[in-house]
């Protein structure tokens, strides 16, 4: 069974804190994306990842950094925490080339004060 | 870039009945179309797709159809039970691109 998973299903953090978002699949995907997913705003894109130590500007990167050492790890950065990213953030893989399915992680609800 | 709008944000129906969900494209070059589930407290996940070479895909009580000249694709539900209730995504993607651009969500309501 196909399987991702992220380090952490709620986190609080002050302001100006550097915040590390953990994610994991076991599928041997060459894909991972960073969603957050706010109310009326759908997912939107922060960064994605097609092969180790590759990364890719989505629609919203501003604030956010990435990170792939390895395959099956990609990891979320918050440099300095705004309560603006006080959000829902999604994990998410795929395989190969071209638009195919993504399978979804729990999700980590982060909140900023 | 690619701009999805998902119309409604909000649907209730009575158990038995049908729900639709519209979305509309930007992009001509969009050739994939998914939609996914998501239920509370969990991620989304797909639960059916086109691509543009189709106009209809069907899998038991859930349909989508495409229509590429106006650039809009609906999802239909139909004979909704209460374990369809959830937040209905769509989504669109150039079949060469790996991201996907998703619209704002429709929470869908199935009445008992």
């Known amino acids: 069974d196909v399987k991702v998973t992220q380090s952490s299903r709620y986190l609080v953090k002050r302001t100006g804190e550097k915040v590390f978002l953990e994610c994991v699949q076991d599928m041997d995907h060459e894909n991972m994306f960073w969603y957050r997913q706010d109310p009326g705003l759908g997912l939107r894109l922060i960064y994605f990842?097609?092969?180790?130590?590759m990364k890719e500007k989505g629609d919203i990167p501003e604030g956010y950094s990435v990170s792939r050492e390895k395959k099956e790890r990609f990891s979320l950065i918050l440099e300095s925490a705004s309560t603006n990213q006080t959000s829902m953030y999604l994990c998410a893989s795929s395989w190969g080339q071209g638009a195919r399915e993504q399978y979804f992680g729990p999700g980590t609800r982060l909140t900023v004060t | 870039g690619e701009n999805v709008e998902q119309h409604p944000s909000t649907l209730s129906v009575q158990e038995g009945d049908s729900a639709v969900i519209k979305c509309t494209y930007s992009d001509s070059a969009s050739n994939y179309f998914p939609w996914y589930k998501q239920e509370l407290g969990k991620g989304p996940q797909l639960i059916i797709d086109i691509r543009s070479n189709v106009g209809e895909k069907k899998d038991q009580r859930i349909a989508v159809t495409l229509n590429k000249t106006a650039k809009h694709f609906s999802l239909h539900i139909t004979e909704t039970q209460p374990e369809d209730s959830a937040v209905y995504f769509c989504?669109?993607?150039?079949?060469?691109?790996?991201?996907?651009?998703f619209g704002s969500g429709t929470q869908l309501t199935v009445l008992p």
């Open positions: 990842s097609y092969d180790v130590k």
């Open positions: 989504a669109a993607s150039k079949g060469s691109a790996r991201q996907l651009t």
